[in-house]
């Protein structure tokens, strides 16, 4: 079946612009994870869902970070006023829950570049 | 607690020699451990993972892993090194409750293999 989608694959954007990112998770899939991934560097958590629970935003970095999701389905990672900081591959990821052995499917990524 | 230290930054093998990546985890709980490979330009893929069962784990391409409580650790091996192996490791730890918040990554270990 599908895994899981990312949109854009990449985006470009200007100091102090919003941008949206898009993540489509694997069908069933009631978890659903951000994780940013800055330049030779591991992955940073950002926040997960868990089906209708409240969100776990331990790991967004600022107030300008937010994600939502609607169900168990679509998610979008809004970040506000772009820094050149926040240039990075943001990362999304499923699984079907949020077991601490489940495995999580991770989508291609979206490169965000702050010039 | 918890925290993830993968040794190398860097390994470099000749092809059809043995690979070696080390990890070395510490966990409040009974942890689950997980080795996820990052291809270029690729999205990050499940190798192996161990959920508290065999201690030797057996993956995907002929990798394997042994979960060394002693030790604290869960380091990735390969018998025999193919230029297709090239590429970025990360070892993962997680928690003993649902908390995504508790997922660990390391910061990698990028494998080349030399002809």
């Known amino acids: 079946g599908a895994g899981v989608s990312q949109s854009p694959s990449n985006k470009v954007t200007e100091k102090g612009k919003d941008v949206e990112l898009r993540c489509d998770p694997i069908?069933?899939?009631?978890?659903l994870y951000w994780y940013r991934q800055r330049l030779g560097q591991g992955l940073e958590f950002l926040i997960y869902?868990?089906?209708?629970?409240?969100?776990?935003k331990s790991g967004l970095p600022s107030d300008r970070f937010s994600a939502e999701r609607t169900g168990e389905s679509v998610s979008t990672l809004t970040i506000q006023r772009t820094q050149q900081e926040d240039s990075a591959v943001y990362l999304c990821?499923?699984?079907?829950?949020?077991?601490?052995?489940?495995?999580?499917?991770f989508g291609p990524g979206t490169r965000l570049l702050v010039l | 607690a918890q925290s993830v230290t993968q040794l190398d930054s860097h390994v470099s093998v000749s092809e059809g020699t043995p690979v070696l990546l080390r990890c070395n985890y510490s966990s409040s709980y009974s942890p689950s451990l997980f080795w996820y490979v990052q291809h270029p330009n690729k999205g990050l893929q499940l190798l192996l993972k161990?959920?508290?069962?065999?201690?030797l784990v057996k993956g995907i391409n002929g990798f394997e892993a042994e979960f060394k409580k002693s030790e604290t650790s869960f380091h990735l091996t390969k018998p025999s090194a193919h230029m297709s192996d090239a590429a970025e490791y990360f070892c993962v730890v997680s928690g003993g409750y649902s908390s995504a918040s508790k997922i660990i990554f390391g910061s990698g270990t990028r494998l080349s293999i030399r002809p």
């Open positions: 069908s069933g899939h009631t978890a």
């Open positions: 161990y959920t508290s069962a065999a201690t």
């Open positions: 869902f868990q089906g209708n629970s409240a969100p776990d």
């Open positions: 990821a499923s699984s079907f829950d949020t077991a601490a052995g489940e495995t999580q499917y």
